[in-house]
């Protein structure tokens, strides 16, 4: 999940490598032939296992002198320099190449069984590179799908802190990228299989703590089978209420669509333990998932007060299943990934079903949620998963998903860099109402962008435009009131013109945020108190005054405090969601 969320992934140059691979002598190629591949990755290619063509691309054999490389016929503008004077000899389709035999570049793997053929898949292109991939399945997602359908190998000489193992004899304890990948491509020009060696400028994943590289890398994981119910996902889906509108079908939809098996374990010391307890002698195999504490204390036979590493660690037995009495029932090491508990929020945080079943029952799924429009490769999604999987129902009926404020340009808010105004100086100046204003009053609401300036100008504009406007009625209506001792009464019954006018735009006010709360549109809601604030302001107060002025007392005079009176509290109260504070004061 942290991949595909904002900002993980970074422009970053690295070196390209075009190498030739050593096939073996074979009918089709001849001897001495090398099958050229192009990787971003030169840290990869000793634990290169295969090599991969596009089944129905022409590809060229090309020789200069005894030289004799085999290159994708599209790609060979892209290598016009350096194959400047090589023939072509003979063309190939990329199926014709399937099956054939080379000798790795390195030596560490050469005895293993399986690896280092030809293989063909369709995700190979010619658009950059040579049309032939290399293929390492430890270091890949299509290399790892592509080695389980054809058991190719894999190996994964790298360990957590991205250095190179021991097998890699040549470059062990070297971090893959940071030290070992020049020295890799300095060894290889030794070797002369290196045709071209360049820079690329590419979007490359970065942790987004320590905005390092990362690296992919194979790791055994436990999964849930989210493959199983992701059409019932889809379904369920069809029922909520998605703002914007296009997310239904459009970014939640189609992540439903193509939603793969979930790796939920993490390699941590904290985080929830996955309780899953495992025989620790393969040659005797159990398994025992626990769902309670109760069932840990009946087959542990011990009092459980905390769930947490390292004391359940502790939690181990005689595995039931072994003969000899020798093999033990050990916990598994892995701990959740932190989304499954953010998936579990509707049920655990009633600790349900151990406790509240009638309260979580009657109030599942959740009417409303609201988060920024990524969460829907995130908490949406691990929410509807987990919900799916057990409840065969939606988590939630109504979803907004905003959007993300940036900087003036355009960049996210950083604690770093502080580019936005400071919240804490916008409540003690401007009143955390008008920071609402502007932020809810934008398309941010409903899955936009909103670009908000250093200072605190664009906020202003809000708190001139409507709440000092609205603060202003208020304060002509207190001010001449209090000084004529007017005790105003809700009335809706005025026959003046003037008052009929401000009594039906205060109607239409509540009509019309009420409709489009009720729709979940937050931004038509805001933008419909500005025409109200400009009809109670300039058209009753302004042509009223002279009525609040008069010293006399009248019904008439009477009857317009009444009216102002009720338009304020009607128009409050329709206000409070959008504007709390004042209208709370008001």
Request: glycine share 6%; with cysteine.
């Amino acid at each position: 999940f942290e991949t595909r969320l904002d900002n993980s992934y970074r422009e970053r140059t690295d070196p390209t490598l075009t190498v030739g691979f050593m096939l073996n002598d074979n009918d089709k190629t001849g001897a001495n032939t090398r099958l050229l591949a192009w990787t971003t990755t030169p840290w990869t290619l000793p634990s290169n296992m295969a090599l991969c063509v596009n089944p129905e691309l022409t590809y060229v054999l090309l020789q200069k002198d005894d030289q004799r490389v085999i290159i994708a016929e599209a790609a060979r503008e892209r290598y016009a320099r350096e194959l400047k004077d090589f023939e072509p000899q003979k063309e190939f389709k990329g199926s014709d190449l399937v099956g054939l035999t080379y000798t790795p570049l390195f030596p560490y793997f050469k005895d293993l069984e399986g690896a280092f053929r030809v293989f063909a898949d369709s995700f190979v292109e010619a658009d950059s590179g040579t049309g032939t991939v290399h293929i390492a399945p430890g270091f890949g997602e299509e290399d790892m799908e592509l080695g389980k359908r054809n058991n190719i190998p894999i190996v994964v000489p790298v360990d957590e802190a991205g250095l190179f193992t021991p097998e890699i004899t040549d470059y062990a304890g070297q971090n893959v990228i940071l030290e070992a990948n020049e020295k890799i491509i300095q060894d290889l020009k030794k070797q002369g299989v290196v045709l071209k060696h360049d820079q690329i400028l590419h979007s490359y994943p970065h942790c987004w703590r320590t905005d390092q590289p990362l690296i992919y890398k194979a790791v055994n994981s436990w999964y849930l089978a989210v493959t199983q119910f992701r059409d019932r996902m889809v379904e369920l889906n069809q029922d909520i209420t998605w703002v914007p509108g296009h997310i239904k079908d459009g970014a939640f939809g189609n992540w439903l669509a193509n939603a793969r098996d979930w790796n939920i374990s993490r390699n941590r010391f904290w985080g929830a333990p996955i309780p899953v307890w495992r025989s620790d002698d393969d040659r005797y195999p159990r398994i025992d998932v626990y769902g309670s504490i109760e069932e840990l204390e009946r087959d542990f036979g011990v009092k459980v007060d905390n769930l947490h590493r390292p004391m359940i660690d502790d939690l181990v037995r005689p595995n039931p299943d072994d003969p000899t009495g020798q093999s033990m029932m050990r916990r598994v090491p892995e701990v959740l990934d932190c989304w499954f508990e953010s998936g579990s929020m509707p049920f655990a945080q009633l600790h349900y079903p151990f406790e509240n079943k009638d309260r979580f029952e009657d109030n599942f799924p959740g009417d409303f949620i609201v988060e920024y429009i990524a969460q829907t490769r995130g908490w949406f999604y691990t929410l509807m998963v987990l919900s799916t999987a057990l409840f065969d129902r939606a988590p939630f009926k109504s979803c907004i998903c905003h959007g993300v404020v940036l900087d003036e340009n355009h960049q996210k808010l950083s604690k770093r860099l502080k580019n936005y105004p400071d919240p804490v100086d916008v409540f003690n100046n401007l009143g955390s109402d008008a920071l609402r204003w502007y932020l809810c009053s934008s398309p941010l609401i409903t899955g936009g962008d909103l670009a908000m300036s250093r200072d605190d100008s664009e906020i202003v504009k809000g708190m001139r435009s409507v709440i000092i406007r609205l603060w202003n009625a208020f304060y002509f209506f207190t001010l001449y009131a209090n000084v004529e001792g007017v005790e105003a009464k809700i009335s809706t019954k005025s026959d003046s013109p003037m008052n009929r006018f401000l009594l039906g735009k205060t109607a239409k006010l509540i009509e019309q945020i009420e409709g489009h709360l009720d729709n979940m549109d937050l931004p038509s809601a805001y933008n419909s108190v500005p025409d109200y604030i400009e009809a109670l302001n300039n058209w009753y107060i302004r042509n009223s005054r002279s009525l609040f002025w008069d010293e006399a007392k009248s019904a008439e005079k009477q009857d317009a405090y009444d009216t102002l009176y009720t338009s304020l509290v009607y128009a409050s109260k329709a206000l409070g969601p959008l504007l709390p504070f004042i209208s709370e004061e008001i």
